[in-house]
């Protein structure tokens, strides 16, 4: 936990947040809320082929859900619910000390400083929960 918690990265990922718009008709909508600090992620999702084609969030949450989201954002469109799903899984592992592997999406490592603080991790892991949630839907 040597590395700030709020650094310079985290602040610039929470500021440009990509398909920071919802839908307008989106196939599936999933809202995830930390019940700890009330954050919240709204995921819209199109799947065409079985793949996210289109993706729309609403974001309200501290920088690091804020961060998080963005980066699961940047390269959720294109990939199938399995895929999503097994990013939040790992996600959720390597938080709860289960796995030392960030390895599995582009930019975790950012948030490497957080794990120190469990009760950040429910504003982590909700856009990655949001979005692997309503790609499932979708696609059924």
Not at 35 to 40: E, F, H, K, L, V
Not at 84 to 97: N, P, S
Request: with cysteine; aromatic share 4%; glycine share 6%.
């Amino acid at each position: 936990m040597s590395a700030p918690l709020y650094n310079t990265d985290i602040l610039r990922l929470a500021a440009s947040i990509p398909h920071h718009q919802r839908l307008a008709d989106p196939q599936a909508s999933v809202e995830k809320r930390s019940a700890t600090c009330g954050s919240r992620v709204t995921a819209d999702v199109r799947m065409a082929d079985g793949r996210v084609e289109q993706l729309g969030l609403d974001v309200k949450a501290c920088a690091l859900g804020q961060a998080s989201a963005a980066l699961m954002a940047a390269q959720a469109i294109g990939l199938t619910a399995d895929e999503l799903t097994e990013a939040r899984d790992r996600l959720t592992a390597y938080l709860a000390g289960e796995s030392e592997d960030l390895d599995f999406w582009p930019g975790l490592a950012v948030l490497a400083p957080a794990r120190g603080y469990p009760a950040r991790h429910a504003s982590i892991r909700l856009g990655f929960e949001a979005i692997a949630e309503a790609a499932r839907m979708a696609d059924a």
